[in-house]
């Protein structure tokens, strides 16, 4: 595929499956999508356009190919159930015959994006961030049903629990350039001047040092309460300038209550940190590295880790299907799969098709 994130593509039908007691429909499959079509509508090897959950559809293409009726709020793509079986991707049928073409950009179809939120200064104004190059945005790894042959029954992996929250990441990174105050401090005999703290969302810097800082934030809380910035500087001083280069970045999840509403809390009774990824000098670690630098969770709080050995498909749907939070009936949003090498090229997200049915129900915010 040109896109392995893409939500609208061209592709070819796998398959046909009869769905049980049900002599008007039956499922086609697509990579690892899947769509309730009418019967003996389409056929195995057809080339179709396929268009994924959370795709935005404009709506003058809606209207033409006569599918708003199968949209949920916005316009966007829904996971539905019916007789037993997921649908969870539009299917139309297309002359265009280049498979794995990627087409959001070609008919205005985009990926749903929870608006970010603003915090601000106690004074009412809005502070303009300068963005520092060496604080990397976390990699978007896709969708296993984008990707359905990334790992085979060869590849070791680690699973661990997707946290429905905030995307959160927290560094020590080398500063774009010093001032004329940095200067004289390294004068001085500040050896680390160079070098400065920096915290954000997925998609915004929320504070630095070189910056300044929002009054109160839940990252800015969650760190404070962690101990999370001198820890940082602490494993910095450690590893040491050589080997840090443009510094140290850890990604995580924020999450609790009052982040992503009263569902969503995990039963915990305060707001909660756990680091899924670090980058050292711009490169994604190994799985190894990761455990070492967070002791498996006790030196810096990590994401639950469900597996770890020779990539199963059977054991991904285990973890997967029928999961949810703890004495609750809310389902959990779904894994994430990493190579234990850490290969950027062999990682990605398997999402819950019930958590997509419920997150429609209540209206569960999109924060990843």
Not at 299 to 314: Q, T
């Amino acid at each position: 595929m040109e896109n392995n994130d893409s939500v609208c593509y061209i592709d070819k039908i796998n398959s046909i499956e009869i769905i049980p007691n049900a002599d008007k429909i039956e499922l086609c499959v697509i990579q690892g999508w899947k769509s309730i079509i009418p019967k003996n509508s389409l056929k195995i090897g057809d080339i179709v356009l396929c268009i994924t959950t959370d795709a935005v559809i404009p709506q003058e293409f809606g209207e033409k190919h006569g599918i708003l009726t199968y949209l949920r709020k916005g316009n966007r793509v829904r996971t539905v159930k019916l007789r037993g079986v997921y649908s969870d991707c539009i299917v139309i049928p297309t002359k265009e015959a280049k498979e794995g073409k990627d087409m959001m950009e070609v008919l205005g179809i985009f990926k749903y994006q929870e608006p970010e939120k603003i915090v601000n200064l106690p004074n009412g104004k809005r502070v303009k961030q300068k963005d520092n190059p060496n604080f990397n945005k976390y990699y978007k790894f896709p969708n296993i049903k984008n990707v359905p042959n990334i790992f085979n029954e060869e590849d070791e992996v680690v699973i661990t629990r997707k946290i429905h929250g905030s995307n959160a990441r927290y560094g020590i990174v080398k500063k774009l350039k010093l001032s004329i105050f940095d200067r004289i401090r390294r004068f001085f005999g500040n050896k680390w001047i160079d070098y400065e703290y920096v915290y954000g969302s997925h998609n915004v810097i929320k504070g630095s040092d070189t910056n300044g800082f929002y009054s109160t934030d839940i990252w800015k809380t969650v760190a404070e309460n962690n101990n999370l910035k001198e820890d940082l500087w602490h494993l910095a001083k450690n590893i040491g300038k050589e080997q840090l280069g443009k510094g140290i970045i850890l990604y995580g999840e924020v999450y609790g209550p009052g982040i992503q509403g009263e569902k969503y809390t995990y039963n915990k009774t305060k707001i909660t940190l756990d680091f899924f990824d670090i980058e050292v000098n711009g490169e994604y670690i190994s799985r190894e590295n990761f455990d070492l630098i967070t002791g498996k969770g006790d030196i810096f709080s990590i994401v639950p880790v469900l597996y770890r050995g020779i990539y199963s498909r059977e054991i991904v749907n285990s973890l997967v299907l029928n999961q949810f939070i703890d004495n609750t009936k809310i389902p959990h949003e779904g894994v994430v799969i990493s190579h234990i090498t850490g290969d950027r090229a062999k990682v990605c997200k398997v999402i819950n098709p019930d958590y997509l049915i419920f997150s429609e129900k209540y209206v569960v915010p999109e924060n990843h």
